[in-house]
């Protein structure tokens, strides 16, 4: 057989090259024969940066420290500063990656009100400075709801309250907001700039960042209320961006913000997928595995595992999921495995969660080992 392992990270506990290699040694346990390709994916948030470095040939790490993201209340500096990386591909096109910057890993304990997005705009900056033409910008994994004000001030806007004077960091400086001047905004590269992200989400109400994304970065429901009228307030200073504009909500908000500097909302799965040529690996594939860390309601609005299952089907090739759970109906999938169900439960998927990808990726092997090429 052939076969193709396109997973994205499972955050938090396994890169999406990790993934794809743990899958590959468990499908080689079973059926050691078979020619196994390894293509590791991204949607725009954790690795989307690992997934354009291992796809693009002579991408190259452009090493930085930005700011760390979360304000300190009562004192003049922000959490330790951040040692990290933008991505430099051919041609001038530059990767930024805020999980890398500005994420949901680098905060402990979570800030729901302190942490911001400066540090993103800090390495947005830094791509600036270095002269790239164009911008992928991955916003997924995102630690805060500031609406992107952080990456924007650092990027030459300014965000003051009633005194004139500027309101500082974070979704609790929202609520102290009183104008918005982006006239001292850096221009755009002139490739533009592209917002890679995997949500769809208008920036307030049920739907918004404050309330589907709120908890995840520790906010409770009476948090999420304020969460929601800071970023409302923000939202009514800005002129000329809709707060329903699709993806206003991907990342806290910041979303809101990159449309408020002139960046355009894109596909991240997708743009990486075609840089990584994986709809010409699909041909002829006999199988194709994809995966992620939890597989649920909203894995179709533009997930890797929903996009690479869309270039499958294009192609022919039947296509399985490994997700560390899984709890919406994986439809379009000829086989599902969770590494929960695996394992006993998420803690113990989550502990070791190479063992348990290996031991998914024997799982589906397994069920190939008496079919012919092709089968499901």
Known sequence: ?????????????????????????????????????????????????????????????????????????????????????????????????????????????????????????????????AGVKRLLLAVGGSASTDGGVGALSALGARFLGVDGRPVGLGNRALGRLDRVELSGLRPLPDGGAVVLGDVTNPLLGEGGAAAVFGPQKGADAADIIVLEANLARFARLVPGVSAEAPGAGAAGGAGFGLLAWGAEMGGGAALVASAAGLAHDLVGADLVVTGEGRFDGQSEAGKAPSHVARLAAEAGAPVALIAGSITAEPRGFAASVALAGLAGDRAAAMADPVRWLEAAGARLASGHSSRTPGGT
Do not use: N, Y
């Open 1 to 129: 057989m052939h076969v193709v392992i396109a997973p994205d990270s499972f955050k938090g506990t396994a890169s999406a090259a990790d993934a794809a290699a743990a899958i590959a040694r468990g499908w080689r346990s079973v059926r050691a024969d078979d020619e196994v390709v390894e293509r590791p994916m991204a949607d725009g948030g954790e690795g989307t940066l690992d997934a354009f470095e291992a796809a693009v040939p002579d991408a190259r790490r452009m090493p930085i420290t930005v700011r760390g993201p979360v304000a300190v209340q009562g004192r003049a500096t922000d959490s330790a500063p951040i040692a990290t990386h933008w991505l430099l591909l051919p041609g001038g096109t530059g990767v930024v990656e805020l999980a890398a910057t500005s994420g949901l890993s680098l905060v402990d304990p979570l800030a729901p009100f302190d942490a911001h997005t400066a540090g993103f705009g800090d390495a947005i900056a830094a791509a600036l400075d």
